[in-house]
């Protein structure tokens, strides 16, 4: 078995099976693997508060986090931990006021296009620190997982058929059109979300990767985890695929999703969600 100095992966439904599961199975896998001064690297689109209720490195010691670090915000923060193991931004791509403000009145007018030309109704999702969530399927709750599920990308072309538009992928296209040349937006879309701000997951692994070569660790050296990555349309995936960049596509990714779908060729697809995720780490130590 390849035995990795760095290991990148999402939390929602790969570490955890939601943010209200336990989080002991977790932290007790990467505890060994933080002891060897294996780096570990949470990438999610959530926040701090939301990974272990905001505790998380409460399940640590300040030697352990020295090796542990979380891109979180869907790029918009990069974590690490200072000397008394308090989790301190190394990185922020937050904008002033005005800046988030251009990101609401794009996202308002994506909402707005949608429900004026095709007859689609959405919700917006403002508070997050440099993106917006929007609700392509409202009347799809996803519950306590709030990872994709099995289904939702033919129900969201099913959607988007009935209102006459041809593909996702149109949509980003025209979210990506309010973006101005000092502020360009990066839409992806999980298929219930449509998530339009200034960054994404690539942001994160990149900001680490190039931290880690001080080190003397290469993307060759580091493992990408993940159950997000399948198809959301042709050639178009889930966001766990932007963990897949220039400076990292030499490293190894895999995907822990039972769901059908084709993957980026680079991704070899394991299944057996958590539990899968979890021996791997432990087989690491």
Known sequence: MKHYKAIFFDWDGTAVLSRKAPVEDAVNAMRP?????????IVSGTTYENIAGGKLHSYFTPKQLENLYLGLGRGAFDYGYDATGQPTILVDRVPDAKGILAVHD??????RELLEKYGMNTDIVFSRPNYCK????????????LFLQEGEAARLQHILQQHGIDSIETVIA????????????RATTDAKYLEVGISCKS?????????????GITAEDCSF??????????ELYGSDSFMYTEKSKAGDFFDVSAIEGNRPEAVKVLGGGVETFLTFLKEQA
């Open 203 to 215: 942001d994160n692994v990149d900001i680490f990767l190039e931290r880690f070569k001080a080190e």
């Open 106 to 111: 794009a996202c308002y007018r994506i909402h």
């Open 33 to 41: 693997l933080l002891d060897k001064g294996v780096k570990l690297c």
């Open 225 to 234: 985890w993940g159950d997000e990555f399948v198809e959301i349309e042709h």
């Open 134 to 145: 929007i609700d392509l399927m409202p009347a799809n709750n996803r519950g306590e997982n």
């Open 174 to 185: 025209m979210a990506e059109s309010f973006g101005t040349p000092e502020m360009p937006l």
